[in-house]
Nanobody, 123 residues
């Protein structure tokens, strides 16, 4: 079992930065792939970024490439999402997710989810 708790969301102006954190419990964290998804009001949950268990492989949604960076600290059981050059379209609830084996962009393939943290970007 893996429990995920996100933090770091908030209100920021366009062009600003935020760093989201996801603290995981469970001894299998170091062997799990981790990902960030987001969901805006009235829209489906969408993939943002993912990282494999060792941190050697990452994947990003096209619209966040070059602006967002996902990283993983197995010693702290924490995954991060550094978000720079934020845009109003980035406004959403951001969710942390985990799964065994490799990374994927598909929502239903992730086994564990956090409760989400709100990110609001004002124009």
């Amino acid at each position: 079992q893996v429990r995920l708790v996100e933090s770091g969301g908030g209100l920021v102006q366009a062009g600003g930065s935020l760093r989201l954190s996801c603290a995981a419990s469970g001894r299998t964290f170091s062997t799990y792939a981790m990902a960030w998804f987001r969901q805006a009001p009235g829209k489906e949950r969408e993939f943002v970024a993912a990282i494999n268990w060792s941190g050697s492989t990452t994947d990003y949604k096209d619209s966040v490439k070059g602006r967002f960076t996902i990283s993983k600290d197995n010693a702290k059981n924490t995954v991060y999402l550094q978000m720079n050059s934020l845009k109003p379209d980035d406004t959403a609830v951001y969710y942390c997710a985990s799964k065994a084996l490799g990374v994927t962009t598909t929502v239903f393939q992730y086994d564990y989810w956090g409760q989400g943290t709100q990110v609001t970007v004002s124009s």
